[in-house]
């Protein structure tokens, strides 16, 4: 409804609409079914007809799917039709039109009519008796969320927007029994049953003038302008990547869960005046931002892509470029449970050997060992920007921000004044947060959304961290904005976890903001699309206690509480409590990143559930 709130539907509507509406389409269907038999008659079916009428419809689908054969096939399959002896386009066809059938044939007419009316009349008496009995009736509710586009399948007769597109019309049941019963009849009758669309495509088949199919099928095989897709597709494929890569950067997405990132991975040269191949030959960097708390930060490092290649070597570059972008596809599915190979043997002392080492401790999250071996790299090669941006990233990890910061600005500083780094911007926004120095981060985040911009890439995990920053500011409508932005662009590349998150955000700040009935909305909306989402039914049994409706405000809260597994493991298995954390203020508001008013109103609840425990033991001492 309006309001959001859960029907609860009377079991009278149960027994005497639902149960009684599906127990009828099941009886008409036995009655068609048997009704059907005992007007069908022996009929000898005409298979030179029948036989023509499939070689059209086969010659339709060779013309749809011609790109997928090769030129030898279609030329085959040409002659197999169109040839002008022994081709099946060029026999006369035995079978009569339609209309000399009829008049040949008058107990034809008399079989149609017989299937039209099995067919027709058990629908519209079904229908009419349905729609004139039951009609404005809610019946049932789907168990999972749906989107706006089923409302006009499930909510037929019931003109009402604000109702939840899951409600189920009596007539929308009505349709989903016509259509859904055939696999419970076909196991009822242990035989074939009545099945409405197979009966029109034979009648259609057993109507069809092979006279007109033929010769219009003829011309069109005669006239196919025949081009073979597939030993393009590999050309197709590797120019599509020498395009993403043209402007040097490529923005990958990965949306494994709610913490994970997106990566910026960069072909950078090694100088101003790098030549072509010196670009082909720098390393393939890929550095991952933060997407949802500080505590996520997960860098990864590739290989370099191109070495031992030659200036003049084209098919090393398309290796090259189809190597780069598959390495980079597969930083978004590498997980992060590989075992850590530390302490390093005694003879791991190339810069290599410890870049390795750095890059598996850091996949096992052994970020003490990964900052170890960055160090010595750098100690090998000082001059290395990458090195120090890479340490930076593992230290932001460890909560050590100053010490990013420091790394950050040093990898900046010994690069070219016109270079750019998105990840580096990122990731040192990152640090600032994490110091509360917001304005700083806010500039960082700019930065690296105005970069962003000028090479056509969109960044909303950037957005959604400069919207944190923002509404520690106390600039609200703007962090709305970048909360906005980033749902927005989350839903344009699929990334359902990223764009519920990124909701959750923008229906917490309307709140802030004063518009109280769009925030609900919004948490609302997230709720149906994750229901096992703590935080919105956190966020709502706030809201609800806010208005005074406490009863809905403690069911929230309990179903949060005690109905979803936080992934919390113990000794015993994982822990219900899901809401544990959201009873910590300093947790709620500087980590999670609540508003100060849902912040309070939440505070506020559950000091009343507090002092509705504590009279309770009161009274029972």
């Known amino acids: 409804m309006a309001g959001g709130h859960a029907l609860r539907l009377d079991a009278d509507i149960r027994n005497w609409v639902l149960l009684p509406i599906a127990f009828a389409m099941f009886l008409v269907g036995l009655i068609r079914f048997y009704a059907n038999k005992l007007m069908q008659t022996e009929r000898k079916v005409d298979m030179t007809g029948l036989r023509e009428a499939q070689s059209v419809i086969r010659s339709q689908r060779l013309r749809s799917g011609s790109a997928f054969l090769p030129p030898a096939a279609i030329r085959m399959r040409q002659h197999y039709f169109l040839h002008k002896e022994s081709g099946i386009f060029s026999y006369k066809t035995e079978k009569l039109n339609p209309q000399q059938e009829l008049m040949s044939d008058p107990m034809q007419m008399v079989e149609m ?15 009419a008796w349905v729609n004139f009995f039951f009609t404005g009736f809610v019946v049932a509710k789907v168990p999972f969320p749906l989107t706006p586009r089923f409302r006009m399948m499930l909510q037929r007769g019931i003109d009402l927007p604000s109702l939840d597109v899951t409600y189920v019309s009596s007539l929308s049941w009505y349709f989903l029994n016509f259509f859904g019963l055939r696999g419970l009849l076909d196991m009822f009758l242990g035989e074939a049953t009545v099945d409405d669309m197979q009966m029109q495509m034979q009648m259609q088949q057993m109507s069809m003038d092979t006279a007109k199919g033929f010769q219009q099928e003829k011309e069109m095989l005669e006239f196919l302008e025949h081009q073979w897709i597939v030993p393009s597709s590999e050309t197709k494929a590797a120019g599509r990547l020498r395009k993403v890569l043209s402007n040097s950067n490529l923005i990958l997405q990965d949306g494994r869960n709610t913490t994970s990132t997106f990566a910026v991975a960069r072909l950078e040269p090694r100088g101003r005046r790098a030549t072509k191949m010196q ?6 960097r890929v550095t991952r931002t933060h997407r949802a708390t ?5 860098p990864r490092w590739l290989p370099k892509a191109c070495a031992g290649a030659s200036d003049g070597d084209t098919s090393f570059v398309r290796r090259q470029i189809l190597s780069a972008g598959a390495a980079a596809v597969v930083v978004g599915l590498v997980g992060t449970a590989h075992a850590s190979e530390t302490p390093p043997p005694r003879g791991a002392g190339t810069v290599e050997q410890l870049e390795v080492l750095a890059k598996r401790a850091y996949e096992a999250r052994d970020l003490e060992n990964a900052d170890t071996f960055l160090s010595r790299i750098i100690a090998l090669e000082p001059n ?5 941006e890479r340490r930076a990233q593992v230290r932001v990890d460890l909560k050590r921000f100053e010490a990013a910061l420091v ?3 040093d990898a900046q500083r010994r690069r070219p004044p016109e270079y750019r780094s998105l990840g580096l911007l990122a990731n040192r926004g990152l640090a600032n947060e994490g110091l509360a120095r917001w304005q700083e981060a806010v500039d960082d985040y700019s930065e690296s959304i105005r970069l962003a911009r000028e090479i056509g890439a969109e960044q909303p995990y ?13 600039r609200y409508e703007e962090a709305l904005s970048d909360y906005e932005a980033a749902r927005a662009v989350f839903q344009r590349s699929h990334n359902l976890s990223g764009s519920i998150y990124a909701q959750s955000n923008k229906g917490l700040m309307l ?5 109280e009935e769009e925030g609900e909305r919004e ?5 149906r699309r994750a229901p096992g989402s703590i935080d919105t039914r956190a966020a709502l049994a706030a809201i609800a206690y806010a208005r005074g409706d406490l009863i809905e405000a403690e069911e929230l809260w309990n179903w949060a509480c005690t109905a979803i597994n936080s992934g919390q493991l113990r000794e015993n298995g994982p822990v219900l409590d899901g809401c544990a954390l959201y009873r910590d203020p300093d947790w709620l508001g500087r980590i999670r990143r609540w508003p100060p008013i849902m912040v309070s109103r939440l505070g506020a609840f559950l000091n009343l559930q507090g002092g509705a425990v504590q009279s309770a033991m009161g009274g029972a001492n």
């Not at 500080?294 to 997960?298: I, P, T, V």
């Not at 948490?523 to 709720?527: D, F, N």
């Open 279 to 284: 670009r082909c030959s720098s390393r393939l």
């Open 523 to 527: 948490l609302r909306s997230v709720m």
């Open 511 to 515: 709140v802030q903001v004063g518009r």
């Open 462 to 474: 950037v957005y959604n961290s400069r919207g944190n920053s923002l509404a520690s500011l106390g």
């Open 113 to 127: 009519m017989k299937k039209q009316v099995s067919m027709v009349l058990p629908q519209m008496a079904t229908m």
């Open 407 to 409: 790394d950050f600005d």
């Open 294 to 298: 500080l505590s996520r930060n997960h």
């Open 384 to 388: 290395e920007a990458v090195w120090r």
